[in-house]
């Protein structure tokens, strides 16, 4: 066994492949090149010669001593032991025994329904009298952005009704009276910073230039992945929806591979820590489907679900090849709330990973399971994962909504898939959509508001808003 663990490793590293620059040394190559214009020096020669020339002098300046051991460190048999190590810090080598090793130290909360949701259901929440008054205001003085769906009432956060509040250092699992996983949460989901920063500005750089597909709430909520497909084959398009129509065609393509690789480090991270029920239930959807992961329009995918995805940590850029791409739809957010409410997809859990958050759980912005009183304290690097089909809704953040750049950022990444997009991938691909059709219904349907009659919300009931 312990032999096929370590082949395993070695395997895992081999598909992993790191590259690393200072931007000293980018700029000694440009100088190399000034100098030497008809390539008589390679700059390759120029840089080693340089670099010999440093470890031997008697002293170099400090910026430099650290700029040379950064490349040490990232070059030949240095970059081979860093690759051991970020592997082994993701936690992308854990095997099963690894899991469930980790799982035994969180604690495991057993649950029960409220014979009333809480906070109730179809209502936006405000965790403070300051965020109350501040977005009714808003809300209602500002146009409606859908008037096909109605405004929500608000209400104000009564801590004392609350079952459970997981506080924001806290890691639990949530069962029910029969055992079955209904959710939980998991702090300091990833154990490298760099990685948490690297996505999160990612994220921070894509945002602005995606469209938001939920206008009626506040904070931005963006799609990234697929929606459809090219007639002239099984896949679906990648979505059509950056806020400027012309940008530069190659910016756009690199931005869909960086957002597709925030998604496939979550998915591999994911693969490796979570409830096995969890897993389960997404390689169910995905096989029975059969429908293709997110692989940034296609730059990413290698065979079948794998592909290549990157990760920069300072300095250097590791690449994993041949390794299961996530889930073929997913969101970006930032400052976004939603009231409680239900939603069907076509997998029973959803994912959510925090990446910054800047101010306390006080402020609101923090996660619900109404359907057993459950609040989750917002934290960054936290990682959310709920049954959708339950009543749930995160709060309203406590700042200024008619602020374009508040003090209070909050922004995340969220695995989650439309309920049509099976039915449409399968009518898709039997031709009884058009690409056209296709695209509409899934854009349709890509955040949805159900009615109550189509779940179990009828039957557990709501307490009346106060607003």
């Given at each position: 066994?312990?032999?096929?663990?370590?082949?395993?490793?070695?395997?895992?590293?081999?598909?992993?492949?790191?590259?690393?620059?200072?931007?000293?040394?980018?700029?000694?190559?440009?100088?190399?090149?000034?100098?030497?214009?008809?390539?008589?020096?390679?700059?390759?020669?120029?840089?080693?010669?340089?670099?010999?020339?440093?470890?031997?002098?008697?002293?170099?300046?400090?910026?430099?001593?650290?700029?040379?051991?950064r490349r040490d460190a990232c070059t030949g048999k240095g970059m081979r032991n860093y690759r051991r190590k970020v592997i082994r810090d993701l936690n992308l080598n854990w095997k099963k025994a690894s899991r469930d090793e980790y799982l035994a130290d969180i604690e495991v909360v057993v649950v029960k329904p409220l014979r009333k949701p809480y906070p109730p259901p179809n209502h936006i929440v405000a965790e403070s009298e300051s965020a109350h008054v501040a977005w009714f205001k808003f809300m209602e003085e500002r146009p409606i952005p859908d008037?096909?769906?109605?405004?929500?009432?608000?209400?104000?956060?009564?801590?004392?009704?609350?079952?459970?509040?997981?506080?924001?250092?806290?890691?639990?699992?949530?069962?029910?009276?029969?055992?079955?996983?209904?959710?939980?949460?998991?702090?300091?989901?990833?154990?490298?910073?760099?990685?948490?920063?690297?996505?999160?500005?990612?994220?921070?750089?894509?945002?602005?230039?995606?469209?938001?597909?939920?206008?009626?709430?506040?904070?931005?909520?963006?799609?990234?992945?697929?929606?459809?497909?090219?007639?002239?084959?099984?896949?679906?398009?990648?979505?059509?929806?950056?806020?400027?129509?012309?940008?530069?065609?190659?910016?756009?393509?690199?931005?869909?591979?960086?957002?597709?690789?925030?998604?496939?480090?979550?998915?591999?991270?994911?693969?490796?820590?979570?409830?096995?029920?969890?897993?389960?239930?997404?390689?169910?959807?995905?096989?029975?489907?059969?429908?293709?992961?997110?692989?940034?329009?296609?730059?990413?995918?290698?065979?079948?679900?794998?592909?290549?995805?990157?990760?920069?940590?300072?300095?250097?850029?590791?690449?994993?090849?041949?390794?299961?791409?996530?889930?073929p739809a997913g969101l970006f957010g930032q400052n976004y709330s939603r009231g409680i409410h239900f939603e069907y997809q076509p997998h029973l859990f959803a994912l959510a990973w925090t990446l910054s958050r800047n101010k306390g759980p006080d402020a609101g912005g923090n996660f619900f399971m109404a359907k057993y009183g459950i609040r989750i304290e917002a934290a960054a690097n936290a990682l959310v994962f709920w049954m959708p089909r339950e009543w749930h809704g995160t709060s309203l953040l406590d700042h200024s909504p008619y602020d374009a750049a508040p003090d209070f950022i909050q922004r995340g990444a969220a695995i989650v898939t439309p309920n049509r997009m099976p039915g449409v991938w399968k009518k898709y691909r039997a031709n009884e959509l058009t690409r056209e059709e296709a695209l509409a219904e899934l854009m349709e349907g890509s955040c949805e508001i159900f009615d109550e009659e189509d779940g179990e919300g009828k039957e557990e009931g709501s307490d009346e808003g106060d607003s």
């Open positions: 066994m312990a032999r096929s663990g370590a082949s395993g490793k070695k395997r895992l590293l081999e598909r992993t492949k790191g590259s690393a620059g200072t931007e000293f040394e980018k700029r000694l190559r440009e100088l190399a090149v000034e100098a030497d214009p008809q390539g008589e020096y390679a700059c390759t020669t120029v840089t080693r010669t340089f670099v010999n020339w440093c470890k031997s002098a008697p002293s170099v300046p400090p910026p430099l001593r650290s700029a040379l051991a008037k096909r769906k109605p405004k929500l009432p608000f209400h104000r956060l009564q801590n004392e009704k609350l079952a459970i509040n997981v506080v924001q250092d806290k890691s639990v699992i949530f069962k029910d009276a029969k055992g079955r996983l209904v959710g939980g949460v998991f702090r300091d989901f990833c154990p490298d910073e760099e990685a948490v920063k690297w996505a999160e500005a990612i994220v921070a750089e894509a945002l602005p230039q995606l469209t938001n597909i939920r206008k009626e709430d506040p904070g931005k909520l963006s799609q990234v992945g697929y929606n459809a497909g090219k007639l002239d084959r099984p896949a679906f398009d990648w979505a059509k929806n950056l806020t400027r129509r012309k940008r530069d065609a190659t910016a756009v393509a690199q931005m869909d591979v960086k957002s597709s690789s925030v998604f496939a480090l979550l998915w591999q991270m994911v693969r490796s820590r979570l409830p096995k029920e969890v897993i389960n239930d997404f390689d169910t959807f995905l096989t029975q489907l059969g429908i293709r992961r997110m692989d940034g329009s296609g730059q990413m995918a290698s065979e079948g679900s794998s592909g290549t995805y990157s990760v920069v940590l300072g300095d250097a850029t590791f690449d994993f090849h041949n390794v299961e791409l996530a889930p």
